[in-house]
């Protein structure tokens, strides 16, 4: 049974100070003194970059990270107001002498910042998880995705190329690619046939790492990774915006949730455990390509099923379909074959569907019990 979101004490409030500048280098800064100190004292271990550092996945694999020993690195935007909330209980802050978790500013929409920051770092291990990663949201800005969901693997990989950096990459690549699946279920060799401007960057961004491979013998590999949730899902995503729903559906805060495709089919898994399939990759001899899955599918209905029906509800008394949220082309299935993480890398999933709906209705649970007050608008 996969566990409860953890809810330590946040530590230290986060101040803008104490990120070190990525782009452009601010000087007489933190970040320009603090990062070579940092280097000095802590060069005995490993060191990981991670883009996408604030999003569901990034802050897993951050802690994943550190439990290993590393020292870990991220790459956050700049925002007015905080996105760290993800990292909170994990981040301290840097003028503490062991913190192993260091934030910089920055945007891989900028290859300038992204030098400056790889010089600066010079980590052994990057992991490209930075993504504008809604697809339905690609449809409503299909350019700027093609920019930062594709573009920007090529533009971490031309730094590494002209940091002369030997570092091992890792590219957040997605079942999403299959779209139209032209096999079932999809391994690494099923063709691919993406349904949306999302799935036509991230399949830019699979072949421009392994061109970088092939061309320049770096060190890059892809997961293709099926879809994978957690209580730190981002709230507009299907799972997460049910089971927010069923949380306050059950506290009386919300009576109706609308949603769009129920009939969609998904290979679901839990994001904590498909965080350290990530990390395998890196850890081999030789960069390749990997689906990382669970082999189940299921529908949306069926996730509905098992969300309200924990809590003793039954989704048909609240769900309403509303066109608003079809979208112009839908992946009808998804069902990922993970033979080869398996066989090479000896990573399975251990969290069922079930489990999953569960751990996540009772980490929002808690949350509108921490917070009675909140009648917000739901996603
Ligand atoms: P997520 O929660 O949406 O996180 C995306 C991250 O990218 C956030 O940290 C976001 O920062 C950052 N980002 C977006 N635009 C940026 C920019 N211009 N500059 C710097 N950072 C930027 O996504 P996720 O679920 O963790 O997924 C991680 C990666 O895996 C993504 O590439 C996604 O496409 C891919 N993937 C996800 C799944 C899945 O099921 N979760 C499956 C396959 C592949 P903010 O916090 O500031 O927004
Ligand atoms: O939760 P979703 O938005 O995830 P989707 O589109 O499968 O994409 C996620 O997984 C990909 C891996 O395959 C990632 F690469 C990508 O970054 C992202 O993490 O939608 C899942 C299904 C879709 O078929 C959608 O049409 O749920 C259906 N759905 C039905 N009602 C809805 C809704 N999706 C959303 N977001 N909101 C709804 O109201």
Sequence with gaps: MGEPEPNPDPGPDLTPADFTAGCPAESGSEGDSSAPRLAAKLQHLKRALITGITGQDGSYLAEFLLAKDYEVHGIIRRASTFNTGRLDHIYKDPHVHDARLRLHYGDIADSSCLVKLLYQIQPDEVYHLGAQSHVRVSFDIPEYTGDVTGLATVRILEAMRETKLNARFYQASSSEMYGKVQEVPQTEKTPFYPRSPYGAAKVYAYWITVNYRESYGMHASNGILFNHESPRRGETFVTRKITRAVARIKAGLQHKLFLGNLDAKRDWGYAKEYVEAMWLMLQQDNPDDYVVATGETHSVREFLEAAFGHVGLDYRDHVEVDERYFRPAEVDLLIGDASKA???????????????????????????AAKPGDRGDQP
Excluded: Q
């Design 342 to 368: 398996r066989t090479r890398l000896g990573w399975k999933p251990r969290t069922t569907f079930a489990e999953l709906a569960r751990l996540m209705v009772d980490a929002d649970i808690e949350a509108v």
